[in-house]
């Protein structure tokens, strides 16, 4: 399961993406978000598409390691664009079944939205996989650092967003073991009624939440047995230097925003 699921985990490698720095590929990727959600056009969508896929294409990061990721969240997206399917009754009606109704806006939604699932979780994915999980945090506080002034808590901030992404897949890891313990036991995840299902998942959720509270204490007691105090007055090993490649991220994602908001309507 861990290795089906690419979320959190980072692919070491020396690509451009790779080489990029984190507050480069932080900004580029919200910017980036924020353009896909601007899209509102099948042409506009084509190019945001292109982009992302390109992406990955110069991160050198196999596109079905990234394709996998999709698979956790593929039943948001299905029950996202039957929603917009079924539940817009603008345009042009399409399909009649009994009480069902497919409008020609319904489409369109429903194609859209769920194409912007997809890009925004491959664009945040990438982001993961082509950057380790210290330079996010040290990309992430030196992002926030400006709100430092007025007592927003930049580093703790950072290096919760981090140590999260960092346990993703070690969590998965661990349900994956006590799934395959407790079927070893004669438990069964997947036949009988919807409730007899979520009512077999507990004894899955409960030593999950046993373990994670245990992992987050020995980690905190680890912590501190290094003094770990905080970032005041906290120095740093890697220092982060913006770079010819982070130009030319930037003048990327400039070009395409100027594309995206001209093909928009």
């Not at 042009?92 to 020609?104: D, P, S, Y």
Request: aromatic share 8%; glycine share 8%; proline share 5%.
């Amino acid at each position: 399961m861990v290795n089906r699921v690419p979320i959190g985990q980072y692919v070491p490698g020396n690509s451009v993406l790779h080489r990029c720095d984190p507050r480069s590929k932080l900004i580029g990727t919200c910017l980036f978000l924020i353009l896909v959600f601007l899209a509102n056009t099948p042409l506009s969508m084509i190019v945001a598409a292109l982009v992302c896929f390109v992406g990955i294409g110069i991160s050198r990061v196999p596109i079905l390691y990234v394709l996998r990721g999709l698979k956790p969240a593929l039943w948001i997206i299905v029950l996202t664009a039957l929603l917009q399917l079924f539940m817009n009754e603008e345009g042009r009606l399409l399909f009649t079944w009994k009480f069902l109704q497919i409008h020609e806006q319904g489409v369109r939604d429903a194609v859209f939205v769920s194409a912007r699932i997809i890009l925004l979780m491959m664009t945040a994915s990438l982001l993961t996989l082509t950057t380790s999980p210290i330079q996010l945090t040290d990309g992430l506080e030196s992002v926030f650092s400006p709100l430092k002034r007025v007592g927003f808590p930049a580093h703790e901030l950072a290096l919760m967003m981090s140590i999260s992404l960092r346990f993703i897949p070690t969590l998965m890891e661990e349900t994956e073991k006590i799934a395959k313990a407790q079927m070893s036991r004669g438990a069964s995840f997947s036949s009988g009624s919807l409730i007899k299902r979520v009512q077999s998942m507990l004894p899955i959720i409960v030593p999950l939440f046993v373990q994670s509270f245990r992992r987050a204490e020995e980690l905190a007691f680890a912590m501190e047995a290094r003094g770990y105090r905080g970032g005041v007055g906290r120095t740093k090993y890697r220092q982060l230097r913006y770079g010819v490649v982070d130009v030319g991220l930037g003048v990327v994602i400039m070009v395409v925003a100027v594309v995206i908001i001209v093909f928009r309507t």
